[in-house]
């Protein structure tokens, strides 16, 4: 186990491999992951305690047993000088939150050198930050005792500041072969990134989503649409969830894969007015690929369950 990520209440939690990490859960039924993201902290600090505290609230009262992270945290692309004090801030908060969490960078959160952040980022209490392909993508296994192979696989999927397609997702492909391959068997996966894709918005035209689609997509670097098929034909994701645009919160699916919008949580980004600040709440059957989400807030009060 690296330094820096064996410091949760109970350090079974966490187990870090070269390349991959492992997750044990609480619950021997159930993994549970709370997607937060979009704080966009650069902006007023006291909006920032609001985020916090909800961040704070959600995990109290949810009890998750990973927080999935995706990116537009910090930010600082516009203000690079105060990005390190703001991205420490922001690092010091996740881990001093007792829960496992796991971040993808989003297109605004500025390092001036990513390997230096990488290494920040993984010597951070509570942080599952494996090394991965070293360019920001990697995976977690979700496994229970005594059992031979992982129960779900979690893949976190760097897009950068947009997406750079298919080279950035020929790791995941490659991964996923391999990982198949090794075991003999499909293991159910879970997708995380910050910047949709294109089907996203085909999905809105289309009149086919279920929930909150307010807002363009803004699925930067797949006009093409070459993402969604890469994920299809991979055989082991069940869904993806994705991020960026605010005023977003709804799934839809698409040959047997959920593709779903996470809640935007910060009171430093825009639309709030619009879509109160959450949480995207994902309960995996520990026995099964089936899987339910909801859209969470920090009083409690739940939306939008779906179970699939």
């Not at 350090?11 to 549970?32: E, G, M, S, T, V």
């Not at 910050?194 to 807002?215: C, F, M, S, V």
């Not at 699925?219 to 070459?226: A, I, P, R, V």
Request: net charge negative; with cysteine; aromatic share 12%.
């Amino acid at each position: 186990m690296k330094p820096g990520n064996n410091k949760t209440s109970d350090p079974n939690w966490i187990k870090i491999q070269d390349d991959f990490a492992i997750l044990r859960p609480k619950q021997r039924n159930r993994f549970r992951i709370l997607q937060v993201t979009d704080f966009h902290s650069n902006v007023d600090e006291i909006l920032n305690e609001k985020t916090r505290a909800d961040v704070r609230a959600m995990v109290r009262r949810f009890a998750p047993d990973l927080l999935a992270v995706t990116g537009d945290i910090w930010c600082g692309d516009d203000t690079p000088d105060a990005a390190p004090m703001w991205m420490q801030r922001d690092l010091d908060f996740l881990g001093g939150l007792d829960v496992p969490w796991a971040f993808i960078w989003g297109n605004h959160d500025y390092a001036a050198d990513f390997e230096a952040a990488q290494r920040q980022i993984a010597a951070t209490p509570n942080a599952v930050a494996p090394h991965g392909n070293g360019r920001g993508n990697f995976r977690v296994e979700v496994r229970q005792d005594r059992h031979p192979l992982p129960a779900w696989d979690l893949f976190f999927l760097n897009s950068g500041p947009q997406w750079q397609l298919p080279q950035d997702l020929a790791w995941f492909q490659e991964e996923t072969t391999r990982i198949t391959q090794d075991r003999g068997t499909i293991v159910p996966a879970i997708a995380y990134f910050h910047i949709p894709l294109k089907n996203y918005q085909d999905a809105i035209d289309q009149g086919r989503t279920i929930g909150e689609g307010t807002e363009y997509m803004l699925n930067w670097g797949d006009e093409e649409g070459l993402a969604a098929p890469i994920f299809k034909q991979a055989g082991n994701v069940r869904a993806c969830f994705t991020a960026h645009s605010h005023k977003n919160d709804f799934w839809f699916e698409e040959d047997g894969v959920v593709f779903a919008y996470g809640r935007a949580t910060g009171y430093g980004g825009y639309g709030g007015e619009d879509l109160p600040k959450g949480g995207k709440l994902l309960d995996l059957d520990l026995h099964s690929d089936h899987f339910s989400f909801m859209t969470v807030f920090g009083d409690g009060t739940v939306e939008q369950t779906t179970v699939r």
